[in-house]
């Protein structure tokens, strides 16, 4: 604490009160609030290069950044998140770059798609074996058990599309790549401007889409979101495909002591399933 006082006195804030949230800190002083984070400006740095400068504006002491504290600000949900997803798609059209594919290849997003099905395929399996094996089986089981071909079709469905779009794609010389914020949430939107940059990194387009998604699938009408986003940054076709294909993966269910959680467990999973299954019946008829 003594180290973040000495960097608020180098810039002449004088706290009143300090508040820990998550890995930050807020300061409170007579005018106004400040949050204080551990030091990221390269991030910052990079995207002030590409004049991309929709973050909250930071100073930077030591091993800390200061910056402005943002509120919330009451508008509809639905505009908050047409107004994130224009941004993103700024974000990823002012910091596109391209790398040779032998320096991160598609054979790596291809090997780690595959892993992880045959993880959640894996996981599938031992619940209906633990399902099978109840003289009475549970109720959240017993939900599972009735849909559990749905799953098991959905994972062959993404296990016959991810070889389809290897072979697409195994010849391409060239993978786009941006800055990605990778935390993104429409509590991390605030008054125009994007926070909690700590995980940002680079790496395909899509994973800010994936991320998004599967945190905001419902209630949002993903099929406006996804349009808007693609009129900005139009998606590649490989990138598009492999989107698809990562949000139709099914989620491994932690069930836990309470049963009606994994009742809750279950039905959640068919919800993003069916959700997701619209969603992109909706493109195709599109295209």
Request: glycine share 2%; aromatic share 14%.
């Amino acid at each position: 604490m003594n180290k973040i006082h000495d960097a608020l006195r180098v810039l002449g804030i004088k706290p009143l009160q300090y508040e820990k949230r998550g890995k930050a800190i807020i300061v409170t002083t007579k005018d106004q609030k400040y949050v204080i984070k551990k030091n990221i400006h390269p991030i910052y740095e990079y995207l002030n290069q590409r004049t991309f400068q929709y973050y909250p504006k930071t100073r930077i002491e030591g091993d800390y950044e200061i910056s402005e504290y943002l509120s919330e600000v009451p508008i509809p949900e639905d505009q908050k998140m047409m107004d994130l997803i224009s941004l993103v798609a700024l974000l990823h059209t002012k910091t596109t770059h391209y790398k040779k594919v032998e320096e991160y290849g598609y054979q790596d997003i291809y090997e780690t798609v595959k892993e992880n099905l045959a993880f959640v395929k894996q996981d599938f399996d031992k619940k209906m074996d633990i399902a099978e094996s109840q003289i009475f089986m549970s109720p959240s089981n017993y939900l599972l058990a009735r849909h559990i071909t749905l799953i098991y079709n959905t994972l062959t469905y993404c296990e016959d599309k991810i070889e389809n779009w290897y072979q697409e794609v195994k010849e391409l010389q060239k993978i786009r790549f941006v800055i990605l914020h990778n935390n993104l949430d429409l509590s991390h939107f605030l008054e125009n401007e994007l926070i909690s940059w700590n995980k940002a990194k680079i790496g395909s387009p899509i994973f800010d889409l994936y991320g998004l998604y599967q945190r905001t699938y419902s209630p949002f009408v993903w099929e406006e979101i996804f349009r808007k986003y693609n009129s900005i940054y139009p998606l590649k076709k490989e990138e598009k495909e492999l989107f698809l294909i990562l949000i139709s993966i099914p989620t491994p269910l932690e069930f836990t002591t309470s049963e009606y959680k994994n009742v809750q467990l279950v039905q959640h999973q068919l919800e993003y399933l069916e959700k997701t299954s619209h969603f992109i019946e909706q493109l195709k008829n599109e295209s």
